[in-house]
């Protein structure tokens, strides 16, 4: 069964960090673009950022450039998505997803990425 397990939510204030991991179980993420997605309520999902196979190209949102950070881990079979400066717009389900095996590349259309996290909550209030 492929699935990722979603860790690193929470409740912040303005300002502060959270970091987020997804490991992955029952595949490998070397070879798949992976990214990270977000929906708040009442909106759309939208893409945050995304990283190439090789780690070699990464793609930022622009409410959150400079302010989060994508890595993968390949020998730990894990993604992580750095988040700092936090702002109350940042609050979301978030979400890792991967793109099958073998495609190049990196963006925000959801719909080719295929296997996705569960989910974590992340909260940013005073």
């Known amino acids: 069964q492929l699935q990722f397990v979603e860790s690193g939510g929470g409740l912040v204030q303005p300002g502060e960090s959270l970091r987020l991991s997804c490991a992955a179980s029952?595949?490998?993420?070397?070879?798949?673009?992976i990214g990270w997605f977000r929906q708040a309520p009442g909106k759309e999902r939208e893409g945050v950022s995304c990283?190439?196979?090789?780690?070699?190209?990464?793609v930022y949102a622009h409410s959150v450039k400079g302010r989060f950070t994508i890595s993968r881990d390949n020998a730990k079979n894990t993604m992580y998505l750095q988040m700092n400066s936090l702002k109350p717009e940042d609050t979301a389900v978030y979400y890792c997803?991967?793109?099958?095996?073998?495609?190049?590349?990196?963006?925000?259309?959801?719909?080719?990425?295929?296997?996705w996290g569960q989910g974590t909550q992340v909260t940013v209030s005073s």
């Open positions: 997803a991967a793109r099958p095996p073998g495609t190049s590349g990196c963006d925000f259309n959801s719909r080719t990425y295929t296997t």
């Open positions: 029952g595949f490998t993420l070397d070879r798949r673009p």
């Open positions: 990283i190439t196979h090789s780690g070699g190209t990464t």
